[in-house]
């Protein structure tokens, strides 16, 4: 009892939201913004009835969701513009329906949650549009539905391209776009897909809570995908491919021939020999598979037969990365260059698998 007593008044504490300075500026500017040409907007449409507010109490809250949270599917252009225009008009709708204002109320808030889940447009800013109109003056019962095109409507479009404007040019993408999907699960997936957590996992583990949770499930994958970087990062700590890599590589020209490719790997029992120029820098590579090219004899040039451009890492690359480069690209051999592009030293899948199975063994 005394636990649950405490973790309710834990539940009490503000969360952390991890805003950074940008955002509070963000936040402030585009509400004022925002909400200055909304009014604006509004007056200079011609014909409205002069006892109307130019702009109404629920922007305000539209307002936050636009600036403070744009990437909630709550905020997106759809449930912003259709949720506040549709939700005005149930509101409007049940002014008319029912004289108790009470009643009138309760049915407008009522009816427009349900249909705003309905049309995929939730928007919470809508049900005070609802309610708003609903228990408004006399002007508002006299504008009649047209109330939800003006100034509601206005109100929202201005705010709208405002929010994409300002959100947009300080580097906050509006509309939000989750990223897309990891490759589907099933053969075609990369390794490191096939055997982490999928999107389809996360939809599911959504459903199961029941919670009705606003967030996209790409956004999740997204935050676990991340999550599982830095817990690699964490666990190799500052280990890079400068450390790892073997520096004793023998390389070739691309004018060597094929037969000295073929020497190389023979004499010194490696499946792999990087092409580099006279400046050391990493043009190719060839694989003891290459070699099997029936295409080619032995007296071709090596750049005959090289795989170019190559993927190469730096010396300072976290080891983290190579799982990626090595499991999804399906890579065996990676060069390692210097920070002015020379070859350094080469990283295998020994190396990668051996300090993989140190992680293990220590876990």
């Not at 897909?193 to 996992?201: A, L, N």
């Not at 999740?220 to 004793?248: I, K, P």
């Not at 490696?270 to 050391?280: A, G, L, M, W």
């Amino acid at each position: 009892m005394y636990a649950d007593r405490n973790a309710w008044i834990t539940s009490l504490r503000p969360g952390a939201m991890g805003y950074r300075r940008a955002d509070f500026l963000r936040g402030g500017f585009g509400a004022l913004v925002g909400i200055a040409l909304a009014s604006l907007a509004a007056q200079a449409v011609p014909g409205g009835p002069a006892m109307l507010p130019f702009i109404v109490a629920p922007m305000g809250a539209s307002a936050v969701l636009l600036f403070a949270a744009p990437a909630s599917p709550l905020a997106q252009p759809w449930s912003l513009l259709v949720g506040n225009v549709v939700s005005t008009a149930v509101g409007i709708g049940a002014a008319q329906v029912f004289d108790s204002v009470t009643l009138a109320a309760a049915v407008a808030v009522a009816v427009a949650i349900p249909l705003m889940m309905a049309l995929r447009c939730v928007h919470p800013p809508g049900g005070a549009c609802a309610l708003f109109a609903a228990v408004g003056s006399s002007a508002v019962a006299e504008q009649g539905f047209a109330f939800a095109l003006w100034p509601v409507g206005v109100n929202t479009v201005v705010l709208l391209v405002v929010a994409a404007l300002v959100n947009n040019l300080t580097g906050r993408p509006y509309p939000h776009v989750p990223p897309p999907p990891p490759p589907p699960q099933g053969t075609d997936a990369a390794p490191s897909q096939r055997v982490g957590v999928q999107t389809e996992d996360i939809r599911q583990a959504m459903a199961r809570l029941d919670r009705g949770l606003d967030i996209m499930p790409g956004d999740v994958m997204t935050l676990v995908r991340e999550a599982e970087a830095h817990a690699l990062d964490r666990r190799f700590g500052q280990l890079t491919c400068g450390t790892l890599m073997a520096r004793d590589v023998q390389t070739a020209r691309p004018g060597d021939t094929i037969y000295r490719a073929r020497m190389i790997m023979n004499n010194h029992h490696v499946k792999v020999v990087p092409v580099i120029d006279d400046d050391r820098h990493v043009v190719g590579i060839v694989t003891v598979y290459d070699l099997f090219n029936l295409d080619v004899v032995d007296l071709d040039p090596i750049s005959k037969i090289m795989t170019s451009p190559v993927t190469t890492v730096t010396v300072d690359t976290p080891v983290s990365e190579l799982v990626g480069l090595m499991t999804d690209l399906g890579l065996r051999h990676l060069p390692v260059v210097d920070a002015d592009g020379r070859m350094a030293g080469i990283i295998t899948r020994t190396e990668l698998i051996a300090v993989l199975h140190q992680a293990l063994v220590e876990s």
